[in-house]
């Protein structure tokens, strides 16, 4: 397994080798991380969406792609002027959107769909949260930032109390989903848990014997919800309109491919990422009926307000409408 503290400042010098100047009208730069919920992202750059719909509004878009992993990584480089749209789970966007309100603003875009990410161990003993001890090790993307690691909070506050959020913190280390997936399948690392996305928790599960699902954040969250967004500054949305416009048009084409044909969208997302999954598990994955792709976020408020009653973040938005962009596909998100 990689080192992750090089891992990330690899990923972050990535990301920093960007041109982090200001850039006209017909140029986006885009930070995806791993996994099916960036299917959209990968169709719209496989199909060569973005450009389709930026010459319907008049304007030849460039687009660029950056792979990171963790929300940490990510949230630098779009501060830091080296990517204009940020894709991560809905914990890097509450820090970020709590940090810059006032002064970048950044909020998010649109979402990705709604996707139930699996908390998996391969520990025995362990069937529920309470059962994890210090002897156990549970992979995030990020520790404490990731979507992941706010829900796991979130699940800790429900089984001890609010005041024992942070408990199970101790036991998280980053490391990026792909190398998490192939330590639990292999069974010869220290971790013997990784809370993931699609399709490393559906390769676990089918990869390792051992492994069981411990949580699913649809559980935690009360219902379906979409955990992985977009988001970028206000400055990069006010002086981009019709970039930003192609884009969400973009977006709401490759749902709509994805919704109705899940094999050309797993063809799509085997093509951009070049992996060895199998394809006929990823068509799965995609088919799943707990899955839904859509633009319009769901269900996000109820983790950002849990994040403000125990402290992570300053500021209570009282709505969804108060982290996202207006914008009409959105529709009635919530």
């Known amino acids: 397994m990689i080192d992750n503290m090089k891992f990330a400042a690899a990923a972050l010098a990535l990301a920093l080798g960007v041109s982090g100047t200001a850039q006209a009208e017909g140029r986006i730069r885009i930070a995806e991380q791993f996994g099916?919920?960036?299917?959209?992202?990968?169709?719209?750059?496989?199909?060569?969406?973005?450009?389709?719909?930026?010459?319907?509004?008049?304007?030849?878009?460039?687009?660029?792609?950056?792979?990171?992993?963790?929300?940490?990584?990510?949230n630098d480089a779009l501060l830091s002027g080296s990517i204009d749209v940020a894709g991560a789970g809905l914990g890097p966007l509450f820090t970020i959107w709590d940090r810059t309100r006032g002064r970048q603003n950044v909020r998010a875009i649109a979402s990705l769909g709604n996707f139930p990410y699996y908390l998996v161990s391969t520990n025995p003993a362990v069937k529920t949260i309470a059962d994890f001890s210090q002897k156990d090790r549970i992979a995030l993307p990020a520790v404490t930032v990731s979507v992941q690691a706010r829900i796991l909070q979130m699940a800790a506050a429900k089984q001890w109390g609010k005041a024992e959020f942070r408990r199970l913190d101790p036991l998280t280390q980053t490391v990026p989903h792909p190398d998490a997936a192939a330590a639990l399948i292999a069974g010869k690392t220290e971790l013997n848990a990784h809370f993931g996305n699609p399709p490393f928790q559906e390769q676990e599960l089918a990869g390792n014997p051992r492994a069981r699902i411990v949580l699913d954040s649809y559980e935690v969250l009360g219902g379906p919800s979409s955990a992985t967004v977009l988001y970028a500054t206000?400055?990069?949305?006010?002086?981009?309109?019709?970039?930003?416009?192609?884009?969400?048009?973009?977006?709401?084409?490759?749902?709509?491919?994805?919704?109705?044909?899940?094999?050309?969208?797993?063809?799509?997302?085997?093509?951009?990422?070049?992996?060895?999954i199998d394809r006929a598990l990823l068509v799965k994955?995609?088919?799943?009926?707990?899955?839904?792709?859509?633009?319009?976020?769901?269900?996000?408020?109820?983790?950002?307000?849990?994040?403000?009653?125990?402290?992570?973040?300053?500021?209570?938005?009282?709505?969804?409408?108060?982290?996202?962009?207006?914008?009409?596909?959105?529709?009635?998100?919530?």
């Open 234 to 276: 206000e400055k990069y949305v006010k002086e981009n309109p019709k970039t930003y416009r192609a884009f969400i048009d973009a977006l709401g084409e490759a749902a709509l491919l994805a919704s109705r044909n899940p094999e050309a969208a797993a063809d799509a997302y085997l093509r951009v990422n070049k992996g060895n």
């Open 36 to 74: 099916v919920v960036y299917l959209l992202l990968n169709v719209a750059q496989d199909q060569k969406l973005i450009e389709k719909h930026g010459r319907k509004h008049g304007v030849d878009i460039a687009v660029d792609w950056v792979k990171l992993s963790g929300g940490a990584a990510v």
């Open 285 to 334: 994955v995609i088919r799943n009926p707990q899955v839904q792709f859509q633009v319009a976020p769901q269900n996000t408020l109820v983790l950002a307000q849990f994040l403000h009653e125990v402290g992570a973040i300053r500021n209570r938005p009282a709505s969804w409408r108060d982290y996202f962009f207006v914008h009409p596909a959105l529709g009635d998100g919530s």
